[in-house]
C-alpha cells in the first residue's frame, strides 16, 4: 500500500514564525504536492513537484515556498506565517501525471 | 480555464439506498481524467474511482459508479446501496492532458441515516 505521512497532525504557531510541514512517500513516486483545504473552496494547490530539486507554482503560491531534496520528501514552508495560512494542509504523491494521486493524513494548522 | 463545480452542499440518504453527487466540469482540454475522493471526518483523502476522457464506458469500482455524460460534462457519482460508513465529505476533481494537477470542486457532504 502506498503510504504517504506528514510530520503533525495538529500544529499551532504564532504569526511570524517560519513554519514547515513534511511530507514524505514511500512509493518512490515522482510527483509530490502540496494543497490547502478551506470550508466551501475545496481543496486549493499551492505547490507541486515533478522530480527532485523541481518545483512548480500552483494556484495560491504566495507566502508559501517548497523543497524537495530527495525523491521521497517534500516540505512546505511558511516563511512568516500570517493568520490567513490558517487551513488544514494535505500532501499527496503520485507515480506520474497519468496516475491516482495518493494522500497523507493532514496537517491542521492554526496561526495565532 | 478548468473548472470544477459541485452544486450540492449537503445530502441526506437512507441506509441501503443509492444516492448520486452531482458533478460538472469545464475545460477545453483534448482529453483529461475525472476522479472523486471521499474525505471522511479523519480527514484523509480516500480515492475512490476514475473517468478518463475517452473511456467508453463508465467507471465502476465496487458500490461506485461513475455516470460519464461528456456531452453535458458531468460527471456524477453514483453510490449504491449506501452504508452508515459512506458518510463523509466528497470531492469531484479533474486532471488535464498535460499536467498531473488536480483540480477540485467544493465537495458534497453525504450524511446516510440508519
Known amino acids: 500500500d502506498v503510504k504517504v505521512t506528514q510530520s503533525s497532525r495538529y500544529l499551532v504557531k504564532r504569526t511570524g514564525e517560519k513554519v514547515f510541514l513534511e511530507c514524505v512517500q514511500d512509493?518512490?513516486?515522482?510527483?509530490m504536492f502540496w494543497y490547502r483545504q478551506d470550508p466551501g473552496l475545496g481543496l486549493r494547490l499551492i505547490y507541486f513537484?515533478?522530480?527532485?530539486?523541481?518545483?512548480e507554482k500552483g494556484d495560491i503560491p504566495e507566502g508559501y515556498s517548497v523543497s524537495r531534496e530527495k525523491k521521497e520528501r517534500f516540505s512546505l514552508i511558511l516563511e512568516s506565517a500570517s493568520t490567513n495560512q490558517t487551513s488544514m494542509y494535505l500532501c499527496?504523491?503520485?507515480?506520474?501525471?497519468?496516475?491516482?494521486?495518493?494522500f497523507g493524513p493532514g496537517t491542521r494548522l492554526t496561526v495565532t | 480555464a478548468q473548472k470544477i463545480t459541485q452544486t450540492q452542499p449537503g445530502m441526506f440518504v437512507q441506509e441501503k439506498e443509492a444516492v448520486t453527487l452531482d458533478c460538472t466540469y469545464d475545460?477545453?482540454?483534448?482529453?483529461?481524467?475525472l476522479f472523486w475522493y471521499k474525505q471522511p471526518s479523519s480527514g484523509e483523502m480516500i480515492f475512490l474511482i476514475y473517468q478518463g476522457s475517452y473511456d467508453q464506458q463508465n467507471a465502476t469500482e465496487g458500490r461506485y459508479s461513475l455516470n460519464f455524460q461528456k456531452a453535458r460534462k458531468s460527471a456524477n457519482l453514483v453510490i449504491s446501496a449506501s452504508q452508515l460508513g459512506d458518510s463523509a465529505m466528497y470531492f469531484c476533481?479533474?486532471?488535464?492532458?498535460?499536467?498531473?494537477?488536480?483540480?477540485f470542486g467544493q465537495g458534497t457532504t453525504l450524511q446516510v441515516k440508519p
Open positions: 476533481a479533474m486532471r488535464g492532458a498535460f499536467t498531473g494537477k488536480l483540480i
Open positions: 512509493m518512490d513516486h515522482e510527483n
Open positions: 475545460t477545453s482540454d483534448p482529453s483529461y481524467g
Open positions: 499527496a504523491s503520485s507515480r506520474d501525471s497519468t496516475y491516482e494521486q495518493y
Open positions: 513537484s515533478y522530480d527532485v530539486k523541481m518545483k
